[in-house]
């Protein structure tokens, strides 16, 4: 299930409130399980046979939660070890294992090739149930005992399929202990309506363009449109995750959870080191915290720390995807965060801002057009084209894009600013009645308007006419 | 303050989030959707694999969207905002740039050399045809009329996609092929074109031609029938035995009802009616009904559709006049017969005519070989020149 459909908006959240409400707050755990169950049935939506993958997961980040407790004397390294190993098993098995035996077939060794569906969310709940374990392994958190309170951590609906990865540190005091409030609720609710509003006024009409450009052959694509289709593909990427996140965040808030931010203005950035503080902020610091500190981080001899760094970022894009074009994704990031620190970082810091954010925008549309690409090859076509490769292309096809969408692209380059930010600082600096109206009202009208407007996008995107009766 | 606010919003966004389910399960559930012209989902029967797999959930919220409460409002305020607000060039899948509504192609670029193999399939077909309706003394001839979009090519903005680059050399293949096997072809592109290519000869806000472009396809099919044969078929023109009277009704195209009749129009449709009239008996796949040619509106204020014509689609319409000494024939293709049958049956004794879609009775060719008509005529646009006959 998807925050942006009907049956999320109009069945399942309101037969969650009134199921979790209609509990007293004294009852937390029994608000707990209502929370529980909705957030299963949430996942078992996509098919009830994916259950038990969720339901291994969360046993297995369970016990070994239990083993490798501070509390326990012995056994707690190969505890956490052989945590780490199940997760990464599950994970491995069934996002990667397809690719791998494809890679083997290619090399020459012949292996089935399993078809294996990928059940959705596994990355972001195996690394959400991985890092359980390892803060309990380090200290950072005491085991949880209760299974219930586990399986609500890792389960928890609002950031269960696309995140944000929330540790289990963030939120462990609000299982046991959280206070829902009109405030608290509205506030949420408000979060989540202009996360819908990202999602369904930007993202959605920006994957159309996109689309189209990254659909069409290298030979019919104009450098106009490559551009387009790359610009649109990083505002529909961002609209889409960061609204996902919004909408996560907002629904978290609505039952007294806090959840961390995942996006700050990412396209503002200065540098590709910037840029990646700002965007997907919670998969970032997973990997720093767990993959790159313990490989040494920063500390030791140049070949090492060159190493942790191409290793984390072949990880970080392996993780997206399992195809090859991630993985040079990723390596191409790392590439330029090694080059930014080792190499061009201090001439970077003397450019002018303007130029230092042309700069991180080129690199990352580059970023994305590999990305996006269906094939490495695919991805290797778009940039030549890009950069002059190409080789005329439709014409017209980029000007009725840009007219048809002229309006989503105008609010998309509006939306990606902080604008909320500035008016905020707008308002509290007035000091007449209406400027304290319109900063009590202005975010609660433009929600339930821009929520609203979402809905009526949402329906019509079902509009499916035929010219001849269809049965 | 910020209590209140609070409160207020939380009013709104809850009653609105339970107003929706609640109105949703107490509104009258319709079947079909008359703008979008199809049958709405059905609740879907709860299956063990459905659920095991997610396809049921898929299929409620289908269900749920096909049936939520005030879709069709919804669907219209949509459209309006995209017609009138944003003013976008393309809605719904329609150009609306333009005076004329057309069909949005996209882009994308294909090989066509396919197309002289397929020319060749469909001649070698249409060849059988002709040899079998030729055997028995007849005579066939392909009626080809543009497709709208096609008609008003030149009406597209600069920066889009008019499909001419496929079309003309799918045009080209075909009459080739018809040409080098002896097919009679009137290809009405030309007569039109040499008429002046009026804009009245075809709709604005349908995919098919006027009544106009249909009397016009008419008259010259039965003058290239009484060319290649000497048949002296009558042909009726306005004020020569046939009477035209346009319908104050507005008319609801194809177009037009895809942007929920927002787009201003004020095409009228005409109907044709001979004088003196020829009196004829109906039958619709095998059963005798009303002897009527249109499905006219009960009042003015009701609108209209290219449906207006025979009544819309039937998979088999026989017309009998009860007049031996004239030959009979049949007229086979899709819906743009529809209103050129209006007039066509006055030249005949018997009409038959088949609507490829929906005939599945049997195979053409059969049915010719039983009824052996005396003309048969093929009328398609050129959008299915390529494609099979069914």
């Known amino acids: 299930m998807v925050f942006s459909s009907l049956n999320f908006l109009f069945l399942f959240l309101p037969a969650l409130l009134v199921c979790y409400f209609i509990l007293p707050s004294r009852y937390r755990e029994g608000r707990n399980l209502v929370l529980l169950g909705f957030s299963l049935a949430f996942y078992a939506y996509a098919g009830v046979r994916f ?166 052959p290298v030979e019919q694509l104009s450098a106009g449109m490559a551009w387009l289709g790359v610009i649109s593909y990083a505002f529909q990427i961002y609209f889409d995750f960061s609204g996902y996140s919004d909408m996560a965040i907002g629904l978290g808030r609505m039952f007294g959870f806090h959840f961390l931010e995942n996006f700050d203005y990412p396209y503002l950035s200065r540098s590709v080191t910037e840029f990646w503080r700002r965007w997907h902020i919670s998969l970032g610091s997973w990997f720093r915290d767990y993959v790159y500190i313990p490989l040494g981080g920063n500390r030791g001899p140049m070949w090492k720390r060159l190493r942790n760094i191409l290793v984390v970022w072949a990880l970080t894009g392996f993780w997206h995807g399992a195809e090859w074009n991630f993985l040079f994704w990723g390596l191409y990031y790392g590439l330029l965060l090694t080059g930014e620190k080792f190499l061009w970082g201090g001439l970077l810091d003397r450019l002018p801002s303007p130029l230092r954010r042309l700069y991180t925008l080129v690199l990352v549309c580059v970023g994305w057009a590999l990305f996006r690409s269906e094939t490495a090859a695919g991805a290797l076509g778009m940039v030549r084209v890009l950069f002059g490769g190409g080789s005329g292309g439709l014409a017209g096809q980029a000007l009725y894009y840009l007219l048809e969408f002229r309006w989503e692209l105008l609010f998309a380059v509006i939306a990606a600013l902080p604008v909320k930010r500035w008016a905020e600082g707008f308002l509290a600096r007035q000091e007449g009645a209406a400027a304290k109206a319109l900063s009590l009202w202005g975010p609660r009208v433009l929600a339930l308007g821009l929520g609203a407007w979402s809905v009526v996008r949402l329906v019509s995107s079902t509009f499916n006419p035929f010219i001849y009766f269809r049965f | 303050m910020k209590k209140i606010a609070n409160a207020v919003f939380l009013l709104v966004f809850l009653g609105v989030l339970a107003a929706v389910p609640v109105g949703t399960v107490l509104a009258e559930k319709q079947q079909v959707s008359f703008w979008e012209n199809r049958k709405l989902a059905v609740f879907p029967q709860l299956t063990e694999e459905g659920v095991l797999d997610g396809s049921w959930f898929d299929q409620v919220e289908s269900y749920f969207s096909d049936h939520i409460v005030g879709r069709d409002r919804i669907m219209k305020l949509n459209t309006w905002a995209e017609l009138r607000l944003l003013n976008k060039p393309v809605v719904n899948d329609q150009v609306v740039a333009g005076d004329v509504m057309l069909n949005f192609h996209g882009y994308g670029r294909w090989d066509i050399s396919y197309q002289k193999d397929r020319a060749r399939q469909v001649g070698e077909r249409l060849s059988g045809i002709n040899d079998l309706v030729t055997g028995w003394g007849g005579y066939f001839c392909y009626l080809g009329v543009p497709q709208q979009f096609s008609y008003y090519a030149d009406r597209y903005p600069d920066y889009m996609d008019d499909r001419t680059w496929t079309m003309g050399p799918a045009r080209e293949a075909f009459a080739r092929e018809l ?93 044709g009616l001979p004088s003196p009239a020829i009196p004829f008996t109906r039958i619709d796949n095998g059963a005798q009904v009303e002897a009527t040619l249109y499905d006219l509106p009960e009042t003015q204020e009701e609108p209209v559709l290219y449906t207006l014509y025979m009544g819309g689609d039937v998979a088999e319409t026989i017309i009998r006049t009860d007049r031996p000494e004239l030959p009979n024939a049949l007229i086979f293709g899709e819906s743009y017969t529809n209103a050129v049958e209006t007039v066509l049956w006055t030249a005949f004794n018997e009409t038959r005519s088949l609507d490829l879609r929906h005939y599945t009775a049997g195979a053409l060719e059969e049915y010719l070989a039983v009824y052996q008509p005396d003309v048969v005529i093929c009328l398609r646009d050129d959008s299915s020149y390529l494609s099979d006959l069914g």
């Open chain 1, 51 to 216: 259950l038990p993958i969720i339901l291994v997961s969360i046993l297995i980040n369970y016990l070994f939660g239990l083993l490798v407790s501070p509390e326990r004397r012995g056994g707690r390294k190969a505890a956490v070890t052989l945590a780490v190993v199940c997760n990464l098993a599950l994970l491995g098995w069934f996002k990667y294992a397809m690719f791998t035996a494809g890679v083997l077939n290619d090399l020459g060794i012949a292996v089935p090739i399993p078809q294996v569906v990928l059940p959705i969310g596994i990355s972001f709940f195996t690394f959400q149930g991985m890092s359980y374990v390892l803060d309990v392994y380090r200290g950072d958190a005491a085991a949880e005992r209760s299974p219930l309170r586990v399986a609500l951590y890792i389960a928890l609906f609002p950031q269960l399929v696309a995140g944000p990865i929330v540790r289990y540190t963030t939120v462990a005091g609000e299982i046991r202990v959280r206070r829902e409030s009109v405030d608290e609720f509205s506030e949420g609710a408000v979060r989540f309506l202009l996360g819908l509003s990202k999602k369904m006024l930007l993202a959605n009409p920006m994957s159309q363009i996109a689309d189209a450009a990254f659909a069409l």
């Open chain 2, 179 to 271: 040409e080098e096997r002896g097919i009679p072809f009137v290809d009405m592109m030309e007569v039109y074109d040499r008429l002046g290519h009026p804009d009245g000869f075809y709709s604005a806000v349908d995919h098919h031609f006027s009544y106009a472009g249909a009397l016009t396809a008419y008259e010259a099919v039965l003058e290239r029938v009484n060319a290649d044969t000497g048949l002296g078929l009558t042909i009726l023109r306005e004020g020569e035995g046939l009477e035209l009277t346009t319908l104050p009704n507005h008319y609801l195209g194809s177009k037009t009802r895809k942007v929920y009749d927002l787009w201003p129009s004020e095409e009228h449709l005409t109907i």
